[in-house]
């Protein structure tokens, strides 16, 4: 009988990582003990007898926890201890071949990188697909004809699941900062999840392989069970309006209630607007701090409740600071917003915004009308520095909904009329006022807003968390501007300010005009 196996965390090992006071049966021993449910051992360049010695090592280690031990490539090394499987390449053996030798009792996986070889290797009969490579890394490399990153690991997987039922896991590069974001930004388009993923130096390389594995297997857990995208599929299906509105006051509530332990908002932001989204942030309940060194984003990140990154004045000397924060907040959890300001404007910027949505992901893309058409590569709008100009998009609604769908994240579109969509459900939000477009930096706001209200429920119903911060700001624009002491864009500003501190959910609630898109 085949032996039963779970793919959830997959190491392949690697005894050059292998320092020189441990065994690799320790390291196997200790990552075992950390969470790993699956053990492949690789080696490139051992001859015969040392192979089938060190596997004879390490099957003894996985025996005594009951983990299967598949052996790469070599078909003969896997008779030779009676393995539980292989694992096999696109040069090596066929499957069909390694199946005829091995007979129906043993675990057969197959490296795939692009959907024919998914699809052939399950014509076969492999019992699990590697897709890779998800990251490039010293021992992995992507190949010419293969797609980079989650989304090409996402095509490959949608394309299986049409061919059939499969289990599968992604391999290269994943580690304890961006495996929930694969996993999350690696589901089909119904929601079926990978089952695992496969690391190699993410623990071959810890210093301690033990807690290195704790960490990944409570990242995989949470993606499989905690994370937004692991419930949306059938949490937040056609909702109503006033489901929505009533939710979103309900953020509001919470935050205002927690006002002796307010959110700490971090802000990696832009000059421009840095006093405006702090003195916005704490209007609204939170607590900002704007910390942009690479250097102490470890120790600031246990403490942080949500990451704000706006590029509006991006420099190359700010971009190791942001891929600290977002790695860091990723290794907690932490409800990421992204505003890419101008985004469309350069090859600078588009690029470092590319990077950060295929390597982080984020829980929020907070952009106006230019800045989504630039993300969904659309030329229906165009742009005049950091501002959308014309009439904006024929179907709003449709294009938020792409980009949330592509991303598996909120999407908040401002405008004339702003948007929000979760890829399923789609809002317009008719609030705001004019006078909005006369102040610098009323749009970036929106963005620490966000973040403020968003943080409360992140995992839970961030379409609600983000739909409080944007209505917040718009409510309080709308009484700003009718206040007696407004006489301009001046006057307006301060106003703006005093009227997110008077903001309550009851007045968000009764003035929030939110409808069906």
Request: net charge negative; aromatic share 4%; hydrophobic share 45%.
């Amino acid at each position: 009988m085949k032996p039963d196996f779970n793919l959830t965390l997959y190491l392949v090992t690697d005894s050059g990582m292998v320092p020189a006071d441990k065994t690799l049966a320790q390291i196997v021993d200790e990552a075992i003990q950390g969470g790993v449910t699956i053990v492949q051992l690789r080696e490139k360049t051992a001859d015969t007898g040392a192979f089938i010695a060190l596997a004879r090592s390490l099957q003894k280690v996985t025996k005594n926890y009951g983990v299967p031990l598949l052996i790469n490539d070599r078909i003969d090394v896997a008779l030779a201890i009676d393995a539980d499987g292989v694992h096999i390449g696109q040069d090596d053996m066929s499957l069909v071949e390694a199946r005829r030798i091995l007979g129906p009792n043993k675990i057969i996986g197959m490296s795939v990188q692009t959907a024919a070889e998914a699809e052939a290797a399950m014509c076969d009969g492999a019992d699990y697909l590697g897709i890779g490579v998800c990251f490039d890394t010293e021992t992995k490399q992507i190949s010419t004809d293969a797609l980079r990153g989650p989304a090409g690991v996402r095509q490959v997987w949608e394309h299986a699941l049409e061919v059939g039922p499969v289990r599968a896991v992604t391999i290269g590069g994943v580690n304890e900062y961006n495996a929930v974001h694969v996993l999350d930004y690696t589901r089909s388009a119904k929601g079926v999840p990978l089952e695992g993923v496969a690391v190699v130096s993410a623990i071959m390389a810890a210093e301690d392989p033990c807690a290195a594995a704790k960490v990944l297997r409570s990242q995989v857990s949470f993606a499989m069970e905690r994370s937004w995208a692991s419930k949306q599929a059938t949490a937040y299906v056609d909702r109503s309006a006033a489901s929505v509105c009533q939710a979103a006051a309900g953020v509001v509530a919470r935050v205002r209630a927690t006002d002796g332990a307010r959110p700490l908002v971090q802000h990696m932001t832009n000059a421009v607007v840095m006093n405006d989204c702090a003195n916005a942030c704490l209007a609204l309940g939170g607590s900002p701090i704007m910390a942009p060194a690479a250097e102490e984003q470890a120790d600031l990140a246990r403490n942080v409740s949500a990451l704000v990154v706006n590029i509006g004045t991006l420099t190359s000397a700010q971009i190791p600071g942001i891929r600290a924060a977002m790695r860091c907040a990723r290794l907690y959890n932490t409800p990421i917003v992204l505003d890419p300001v101008g985004m469309g404007i350069s090859t600078f910027r588009k690029s470092f915004v590319y990077e950060i949505l295929r390597d982080y992901g984020v829980h929020v893309i907070k952009a106006n009308a230019g800045e989504v058409a630039s993300l969904l590569g659309s030329d229906e709008v165009s742009m005049q520095g950091v501002d959308s100009i014309g009439a904006g998009f024929s179907d709003p609604a449709a294009a938020v909904s792409a980009l949330s769908r592509r991303h598996r994240c909120i999407v908040v579109m401002t405008g004339r009329a702003d948007y929000v969509s979760d890829g399923t459900s789609t809002f317009a939000v008719r609030n705001g006022h004019p006078m909005q477009a006369c102040i610098s930096g009323s749009g970036c706001m929106v963005g620490t807003a966000v973040a403020t209200f968003i943080q409360t429920v992140a995992h839970e119903d961030p379409l609600a968390g983000a739909l409080a911060g944007l209505v917040a700001v718009n409510v309080a624009a709308e009484h700003a501007a009718v206040s007696a002491d407004v006489r301009g864009p001046g006057t307006f500003r301060p106003a703006f300010i005093d009227e997110m501190h008077r903001l309550s959910d009851d007045i968000l609630l009764s003035e929030m005009r939110v409808e069906r898109a």
